[in-house]
């Protein structure tokens, strides 16, 4: 039997995983505003301007996080990643809270707070505005409040179960999947008892009523998201990823290192003897990978489970190292997390200046993984080429746009062939009196056209080759390119007049949902 932890053990174990949850945020504080904004950053905050129940590729609460950093600490890089990065901090007190209430000790605590903090996947989520960020919070929550159910704690947590289900269905669709893998957990193993739990319902009432709102856009404009997914599935615009490279990209985002340790986590949760009251939460792993790989899922979408899997590892390497009697090698498990997060951190963090991140990439021996088709081939990963040439892209914009006469000015707009382009006109565009954009990508085809009446449109991101169809004149008056931005990124500004079709026949046709 387990020797229960003094008080002062406990308390002393929540000051530690407090200080490594600390160490996080600042980290995250101080490499926040070392490159630029991310495409997706500009867009959500695009969104918070027009705050609604949903969007095509999101439910909204993103919309929410980036209204409330930008109306409380402004628009600075660094404000409206702020939250992100709390986020961040909060997830790795949370794994060493489930380690503890899986019956971990100080060092268990310690060692599953140190895993997340080093978990390359993570690092990433909490440097920029995502829901990926988040997204861990809420499916954690769900965990550490089951783990006190299944001990036999008060059934009425359900409701916080619920609570926290249904605001992550509004942070990200995702939850679904977990809601589910959780339920097939449960049935798996003799914690179907509580399936008669009457709470249990009333918790799923009370995430079906947070979830409500979201539910109820999504019907009245037709599911637009599931029009999204099944154009996305059409077009093979992510990789499939077979389920052998599926489970090989589990291990490197996570870090090869910690690799031992949360497959001892997996194994713990679905063999140990001493804890099989939270088999559910092993099985619930398994279901998971099985439904992402099923549904050629990317790499990224099982991350938020693994925080668990790390308590459940540092309980049994505790264990086992307790079983060898060589206590020295716990500060030294500790510093191989540390030193092993610290040397693929450059790769997923901005430390290095991007001329040096390459040649940083080689010397590790690292293959870079793209989860999306049109990712393959850029000068930096994904994550960094995405935060360059935007301000850029609006200043030569703003050369063309100011080139016109003022009287053919005061009726041009500027369309942008995806939201990134769109949202960073709508956010640098002030700057050089620009025009609020239209775009039919995402979201943006809701907002609709403006008040573009088809005489002078400004056109970013198309290759050109349709717009004689659609205009009486068609002009290059322009280029963008920065070199570390996205390959598609690289695009001729095109100047066009006299749209053929009036602009309520062309706009359906400008939809672009993908």
Not at 96 to 109: H, K, P, V
Not at 162 to 185: C, D, E, M, R, W
Not at 199 to 207: F, K, L, S
Request: aromatic share 14%; hydrophobic share 50%.
């Amino acid at each position: 039997m387990k020797a229960e932890p003094s008080p002062r053990a406990r308390d002393t174990a929540l000051w530690i995983i407090a200080g490594i949850a600390l160490f996080k945020l600042v980290l995250h504080l101080a490499l926040g505003g070392r490159y630029g904004y991310f495409r997706d950053e500009l867009y959500y905050l695009a969104c918070a301007e027009h705050l609604d129940w949903g969007y095509v590729d999101q439910p909204p609460l993103i919309a929410v996080y980036a209204w409330l950093g930008r109306t409380v600490l402004g628009d600075s890089l660094l404000a409206i990643r702020f939250l992100p990065a709390l986020a961040g901090a909060v997830m790795v007190f949370l794994a060493g809270l489930i380690a503890r209430e899986l019956g971990g000790s100080r060092f268990a605590q310690c060692i599953a707070a140190l895993a997340v903090v080093a978990a390359p996947i993570h690092l990433g989520m909490n440097i920029i505005l995502t829901m990926n960020a988040f997204e861990p919070l809420f499916w954690m929550g769900c965990v550490y409040v089951l783990i006190r159910i299944l001990k036999g704690g008060d059934p009425r947590r359900w409701l916080a179960f619920g609570a926290l289900a249904g605001l992550g269905l509004q942070n990200k669709h995702s939850t679904l999947f977990f809601g589910f893998a959780i339920v097939v957990g449960m049935l798996l193993t003799p914690a179907r008892r509580e399936l008669a739990n009457k709470w249990m319902w009333i918790g799923g009432a009370v995430a079906l009523l947070i979830f409500l709102p979201n539910l109820i856009w999504q019907v009245q404009h037709g599911f637009p998201t599931y029009e999204l997914l099944q154009n996305v599935e059409r077009t093979s615009k992510n990789v499939v990823l077979a389920p052998v490279e599926f489970m090989k990209q589990q291990i490197l985002i996570l870090h090869p290192v910690l690799f031992p340790l949360w497959f001892a986590g997996l194994v713990y949760l679905l063999m140990g003897k001493p804890e099989r009251q939270f088999r559910a939460l092993g099985w619930a792993y398994l279901v998971l990978l099985a439904t992402f790989i099923v549904l050629h899922g990317k790499n990224y979408y099982l991350a938020p489970i693994y925080p668990m899997l790390f308590a459940a590892g540092a309980i049994a390497l505790d264990a086992g190292i307790r079983r060898t009697g060589r206590e020295w090698l716990k500060p030294v498990a500790a510093a191989l997390i540390v030193v092993a997060g610290a040397v693929l951190a450059p790769l997923i963090l901005p430390v290095l200046p991007p001329e040096r991140y390459a040649a940083y990439e080689r010397a590790l021996g690292i293959t870079r993984m793209s989860a999306e088709r049109s990712h393959i081939g850029s000068p930096l990963p994904q994550i960094f080429s995405d935060q360059f040439g935007w301000q850029e892209m609006a200043a030569a914009t703003a050369k063309v746009y100011n080139s016109l006469p003022p009287e053919e000015r005061s009726h041009t707009y500027i369309f942008g062939d995806n939201y990134g382009q769109a949202a960073a006109i709508d956010f640098f565009g002030p700057k050089y009196g620009l025009p609020k954009s239209i775009s039919g990508h995402q979201n943006y085809w809701y907002w609709g056209p403006r008040d573009f009446d088809g005489r002078t449109l400004i056109i970013l991101g198309s290759g050109g080759e349709d717009l004689p169809q659609q205009f009486a004149s068609v002009e290059a008056a322009g280029t963008v390119g920065h070199p570390y931005a996205m390959p598609f990124e690289h695009f001729t500004i095109w100047v066009c007049r006299g749209l053929k079709a009036p602009v309520n026949e062309a706009w359906p046709r400008a939809k672009r949902w993908r």
